[in-house]
Structure formats: C-alpha cells, structure tokens
C-alpha cells in the first residue's frame, strides 16, 4: 500500500513538473518570436528608406488595390554591383510573422531580383545606389496588413543585409482625435494625453475587445508605443478611447535639426565641415542638457530625415555624398542610472549599440559619430533607464506639453476564426 501511494504521489510529482515546463518553454518560445523592424544587418549597407515617392518625407503605408507604390532604396559603399534579392513576408499587427502561406497574400512571384542600381558620382565615399518598388508587375499584395521586405545577397536568404516594414491597409474605419495638455497626471505640465473614437464602416463587429487591435505611436517611435488598447466606452458602431491612463505621453522636447547639405556653408545646426583626406568630417553645434529650462518652440519634422544635395544637377540619391557626422553633448559626469542614445529615424528608432552614445570623461561629454549621407536631419537624445524599456525624453531634453509631436493610431481587425490581422484604418496627426 505505502509502495502504491509513493508510486501514485511520484507520478503526479513528475506530471506537475513536466507541465510546469510545458509552460515555461511555451512562454518563452512565445516570447522569443522575432519582432520584425525596418534595420540594417550589413555595416555597408546605408541610408534605407521606404517611402511614396509623391510625400517629402518617407512614408510606409498605402492602400490595398491602390494606385500608389511604394519605392525602397539603399546604398551599398563600394563601386562594386552586387547580387541582391527580396522575399516579403506577411505579419501580424505586433510585427511578428503571420501563418500565412506566401499564395495567400502574394499574386505572382514570392521573391524578386533587385536589378536597378546606379554609381554614386564625385563622392569621397563610394557606393550604388539601389531601388526597386512595390507592388510591382511581378508581385501584387493580395491581402491587408503588415509587411516585411527582406533583402539579401547571392540567394542567402537566411543571411539578410536589411529588412524593411511597410503596411497596407483598407479603409473600413475613421478615427477622431483630440490631444490635451489636462491629463490624469497633470494640468499644462509635462505631458499629452491622445483621446479618439474609432467609428466601424460597413463592418459588423460581433466582440471588439477580443477582434481588434489598436495601437498608437509617437513620432514613429516603437520603445513608447502603446498597443492593444480597449476602449472605454462602446456605442454602436463606435468605440472610444477616452481619460486613458495609458495613453498619457510625455510631451518631450522639440526635435535637433542639421543640414549639411553644402560643403561650402554650414547649414542649420551645423559648427563646421571639414575635409579630412580622404573624407568629411561634420561637427555639429554643442547641445546642452536643457531639463531645467523653459520651452523654446521651433521648428522641427518630429524625427524625420531627407536626403539633399544643394549643388546636384541630376539626381541627390547619387550626387550626395557620405560624411562622419559628429555629436556633442557636455555633461560634467555621466548618468549612472541609464544610458543615452541617439533617437530619430535615421537610427530607426531602435535603441542598440548602433544608436549609443558613449562618454568621454577626460572631456566631460558625451559623443556619438556616425556616417549619413547629405542632407537634413532630426535628432533627439534619449534617455534609457537600467532594466527598462522605454525611453525618456525628459532627462536630457526635458518635457513640455506645447512641445509638437507626430501621433500615430493604427486599428486591425481579426474576425472570429480568422487567420490573420486586417489593418482597416490609421491616422496619422500632430499637436
């Protein structure tokens, strides 16, 4: 009898375990799911962009069955032409893969040779050029939602040099919004809070908490980002958005801004260019750590760049040239409680060693040396508290409720026993 109940007891004991560990390894596959973001793998790899080509300022979206494409280009820093490739991948709204088979958002081929490129020319710094655009007469895009373009070289697809993220949507909401300085923190103060009704087109939506996903985003930034947010009031067709804690953001600062798009004046922002044989080097103007100072407006493209090349004749996107841009920010001793990085979308927005400012302490400052290719840019500095993910403006920049910023709302719809996300409306507004 003592055998059977220690056998009996052994047996659940071993169950508990083995389901324990189902659940940890779930977890942790689950959270391991690779995060697709727009970024470059290969150090030679430069200046990535996605955009319209009828928009100033790059752009990722566009309709399903419209008219518009979208247009990638790249540099790749030597004169030699290289093999490269793409496949596209469709994902979920939270950017990770879906379980769709290529067929079924994909009419035509499911990879593509990129075989448009042309020599950069009188550049200190080598490179080609290359673009090609989507959809195109090869591939037409089937379906809604996210998307990721990955590029590589000599058929590695396993191997990629860069990937790029874009969504296509299909107008089946509108979206209404406000933004005030009165917040459930506080009134005129450091922050901005985001309310908006999302109203229902021609759609009927049995359970909206559990088939639809919304999310919004500042200034394109993915650390702040704010998803799968449930409404707080539902009437009819319409959902809203309203007195949400969790869409309180901090107002931050204005945004850096440096042109260096002649050599032979300094643009805004800019101290001085020189050329240091073989190339040049660009200082920027020193900034300062302004937390404790009141807000000054000015204006600004909340992170965005443009490639320029104020003496082309032909073409900026092979008449620019490449130059070290460096930047200084004079601190008496570094913070020991986080890190400061680099944020604007020349950087993706990503905070990583690519993006990371390191600290000189026989200088009493902070610097950061990157190579960008002509033009003008956007930048801030961000700070990144040990053992967190999101990242403040505040600490160095300080944070302000007038301070203008770029606000994002995306909606997806997945209806019950369906596959994958539909992306069925945005908007895209500032303060």
Excluded at 155 to 163: D, I, Y
Excluded at 180 to 189: F, H, K, P, S, Y
Excluded at 322 to 349: R, S
Aim: hydrophobic letters at 35%.
């Amino acid at each position: 009898m003592h055998k059977f109940k220690l056998h009996f007891s052994l047996n659940i004991f071993l169950k508990s375990i083995c389901l324990l560990l189902f659940v940890v390894f779930s977890f942790s596959a689950h959270a391991a799911e690779k995060v697709y973001r727009t970024q470059i793998f290969d150090p030679s790899i430069k200046t990535l962009q996605i955009g319209r080509e009828t928009e100033k300022y790059t752009s990722n979206i566009i309709e399903l069955n419209g008219s518009e494409t979208l247009t990638i280009k790249f540099d790749q820093l030597s004169h030699e032409s290289r093999a490269y490739s793409y496949r596209i991948l469709h994902c979920n709204a939270d950017w990770t893969a879906s379980n769709l088979s290529s067929n079924e958002y994909i009419d035509g081929f499911t990879t593509a040779s990129i075989t448009d490129y042309t020599l950069s020319s009188s550049t200190t710094i080598l490179y080609t050029h290359y673009w090609f655009s989507l959809p195109n007469n090869d591939i037409k895009l089937k379906i809604s939602g996210n998307y990721v373009v990955v590029i590589y070289e000599d058929n590695q697809s396993e191997k990629p040099v860069a990937q790029v993220c874009f969504s296509v949507y299909e107008p089946k909401v509108t979206i209404q919004h406000a933004i005030r300085a009165n917040t459930d923190i506080e009134l005129n103060g450091r922050f901005q809070q985001i309310d908006f009704d999302v109203t229902f087109n021609g759609i009927a939506i049995q359970n909206p908490q559990n088939e639809l996903k919304v999310l919004i985003r500042q200034n394109n930034r993915f650390d702040n980002e704010v998803f799968g947010i449930q409404p707080d009031y539902i009437a009819g067709s319409k959902l809203s958005f309203k007195n949400n804690k969790l869409l309180i953001f901090e107002g931050g600062n204005e945004y850096h801004v440096f042109d260096f798009s002649s050599v032979y004046a300094a643009g805004r922002g800019v101290d001085q260019i020189k050329f240091v044989k073989p190339h040049y080097e660009v200082y920027l103007l020193k900034d300062e750590i302004q937390n404790s100072k009141a807000y000054n407006h000015s204006y600004d493209a909340n992170g965005k760049f443009v490639i320029n090349f104020q003496e082309s004749m032909n073409n900026a996107d092979t008449d620019a040239d490449y130059m070290y841009v460096n930047f200084t920010l004079p601190a008496k001793q570094p913070f020991l409680d986080g890190q400061i990085y680099i944020g604007g979308d020349f950087c993706y927005n990503i905070l990583s060693e690519k993006s990371k400012m390191n600290y000189d302490f026989n200088a009493g400052r902070y610097f950061y040396r990157t190579l960008l290719k002509q033009g003008g840019y956007n930048y801030q500095y961000w700070f990144l508290q040990k053992n967190n993910s999101k990242a403040s403006v505040d600490r160095v920049e300080g944070s302000f409720w007038q301070t203008n910023n770029e606000y994002s709302i995306f909606v997806y719809y997945r209806p019950i026993g369906g596959r994958y996300d539909k992306f069925i409306g945005y908007k895209i507004f500032d303060k």
